[in-house]
C-alpha cells in the first residue's frame, strides 16, 4: 500500500457525504480552504495504483489528528483501514502519536461498536475527556481516542485540543469551553510514572 497527498478534495468529498453523518461533516469550501493551509493534509491510500481508502489529517506541532478516515465502501473489511493507520504511525513515528474524534457507542448501531474495538485494537486510548466535535448543533459529544507514537500518553491534552480548534474548527470558543478533563490527576500520574 502506498499513501500519498492528493488534492482531489471533490471526488473524495462525494464519498464523504456516503460514509460521514451530516451532522460530522465539514463543508467542501471549509475543507478546501483548510487545505490551503499546509498544516491540514488530503491522503489517499492506494493498493495496485487504486483508491481505497482516505484521511484527512492536521499535522499540529509534535502530534497529528486525523479529522476524517474512511476506506471505499468496495474495499471495507479487507484490513486496508488497519494498513492506513500502520503507514500513518510510521511516517509519523518521531510524533508524540495520532488523536482520532469517535463516534459514542450505540448498541443500536454495531459499526459504532466495530469501530471502537477496531481502534483499540490498534492501540488506541480511551481519553478521560469529556469532548465536543463542532457542528452547527452546537457540538456533537464524541469520545476522544489518543494511538500512542513516540509516547504513551499525550502531555497536555487540552492544549493539543485548543491548538487544533484554532487550525480547524474556526477557534470555535462555544464548543471548546465545554470540553473538559474528566479525570486530569490520572494524566499527570500516568505521564509522571512512564516518566520514572
Sequence with gaps: MIIRETFDI??????????FPPEELKPLK????????????????LENHIRVGYALIVEC????WIDYIAILKAFQCKGYGRKILQKLAEFYAER????????KPDERD??????????KNLGAKKLDVEYYYPNTQGG??????FIPYAKMYPENVLADIE???DLIHNKNKEVLNKIRLLCPRKFRDKERERNF
Design 96 to 103: 508524540d502519536g495520532c488523536y482520532l474524534e469517535v463516534e
Design 30 to 45: 471549509e475543507l478546501e480552504g483548510l487545505l490551503k493551509k499546509g498544516n491540514y493534509r488530503l491522503l489517499e491510500a
Design 110 to 119: 454495531v459499526n459504532t461498536l466495530r469501530r471502537i474495538e477496531f481502534y
Design 140 to 145: 456533537l459529544a464524541m469520545d476522544l481516542y
Design 10 to 19: 471533490k471526488e473524495i468529498y462525494a464519498d464523504m457525504q456516503l460514509q
Design 163 to 165: 491548538n487544533v480548534f
Design 61 to 64: 506541532n509534535n502530534i497529528i
